[in-house]
């Protein structure tokens, strides 16, 4: 597995430049004039397994017990059948949204895995499965897509936006790549902080091409924090595939551009994600610098349940990925060969997750919604005048229209 850094370009004639004043990036001097539109070589893209579940020739057995190996298994395996249930519950119009994270389980567990606790975590909004190694419940869940008493954003953000301070996990906002600048500045603070811990963000091939990604590399770059940029580049940014989107060799050079370490790697193999979330936290952790990491996977489902994929992209050409590069089949071959789970496992495994997430659904949909009175609350400390002139507007135009046009909203005053 190579990480580059910064790559230099020499020339075949000409001298250093002289020791006096001078701009830093100035280099070599030279009397050929070049244009430089590529690099001369395109990131190779790291793997350990094959779509068959082999080891790859070159590569070593992850250092994973089996006890954690199946359990990166059974979660994947759970994440899939939860979004299943949650995305026909929307389609049923018990909730109002969600997203599915089909074909991207690996990058989940596989990046998840290899950190601790003590990280930090900024997702985007296809990152469930992160959260749910580090420990949120399936109940949590489904209380935070219901917006119930439990949520743990009392019902003000939308389905799948988690967040949780006990996990190190910011709460996901919906604005695109708002998270890398805000990531690159908690990485900071770890490091002024003395701690032995990083940041990692998560975002889009989409993500990419907002100008929040530049500023954030830029920073964390400059300011040399401890940051692993995760970018889970899917091919789709919606309905945009990544054929639209750059014409460069993906996300990993931008990295190199900004003097950053950086790799790509095989984001359907769970194998390949761990060993290089492993050692790009090291190398955060240790060097007190930025980290980006492009994992090349694919989007499995529509981007959203307020999308229709099908518009945009052949049933085929899901069917193929599905079936030929799919990273739960590649884990459990891999364990089936090592002889760690038995065949029949993955249904086993399927039914009891069906069977969980089912009862914290229902379990969520019979508690209480918060009372509206919290529409106001947890910005200021005490309600200034604005605020209650709104919530009495707000509880006037209620009292005389509510029955009839807001009938959801009765258990709620």
């Not at 299943?84 to 990046?111: D, K």
């Not at 953000?157 to 998270?179: D, K, W």
């Not at 914290?360 to 400390?381: I, R």
Request: aromatic share 10%; with cysteine; proline share 3%.
């Amino acid at each position: 597995m190579a990480i580059a850094g910064h790559r230099t370009f020499s020339s075949a004639s000409g001298g250093q430049a002289g020791k006096g004043a001078q701009h830093p990036n100035i280099g070599t001097f030279s009397s050929d004039m070049q244009f430089v539109g590529k690099f001369k070589e395109p990131f190779v893209t790291y793997r350990v397994l094959d779509d068959f579940g082999n080891i790859v020739p070159g590569a070593t057995d992850p250092d994973v017990d089996r006890e954690k190996a199946v359990s990166m298994f059974r979660m994947m395996v759970r994440l899939n059948v939860m979004d299943s249930i949650l995305y026909e519950a929307q389609r049923q119009g018990r909730l109002s949204f969600y997203m599915t994270n089909y074909g991207e389980e690996a990058i989940h567990m596989g990046s998840a895995a290899a950190l601790t606790q003590d990280d930090v975590i900024f997702g985007q909004y296809r990152e469930a499965g992160v959260l749910l190694w580090r420990g949120f419940t399936i109940q949590e869940v489904c209380d935070q897509c219901v917006a119930n008493e439990h949520s743990s954003d009392k019902g003000r953000m939308m389905p799948v936006h988690y967040g949780s301070a006990r996990l190190n996990f910011q709460t996901i906002s919906s604005p695109l790549g708002t998270q890398l600048p805000q990531a690159a500045g908690a990485a900071y603070s770890l490091k002024m902080q003395g701690k032995d811990a990083c940041v990692v963000c998560y975002f889009g091939d989409g993500a990419a091409s907002e100008g929040d990604f530049h500023g954030g590399l830029n920073f964390a770059a400059t300011l040399e924090c401890p940051v692993v940029f995760f970018c889970r580049n899917n091919g789709y940014a919606i309905s945009t595939p990544i054929s639209e989107q750059y014409k460069g060799d993906g996300i990993a050079v931008r990295g190199v551009s900004y003097n950053i370490e950086t790799v790509r790697c095989d984001g359907n193999d769970v194998w390949a994600v761990y060993n290089v979330m492993k050692h790009a936290r090291h190398i955060a952790v240790t060097k007190k610098v930025p980290v980006l990491v492009e994992a090349m996977t694919y989007r499995g489902g529509h981007h959203s349940t307020s999308d229709d994929a099908t518009r945009y992209r052949g049933r085929e050409e899901v069917s193929v990925w599905a079936n030929t590069n799919n990273p739960i089949a590649r884990i459990k071959m891999f364990l089936e060969r090592k002889g760690w789970v038995e065949e029949g496992t993955e249904e086993k495994l399927r039914e009891e997750a069906k069977k969980e997430v089912l009862e914290a659904l229902v379990a969520a949909e019979a508690k209480k919604k918060l009372g509206l009175a919290d529409l106001f609350t947890d910005v200021y400390d005490s309600l200034p005048p604005h605020l209650r002139e709104q919530e009495e507007e707000m509880r006037r135009h209620l009292s005389e229209f509510g029955d009839d046009e807001y009938p959801v909203l009765k258990e709620m005053r």
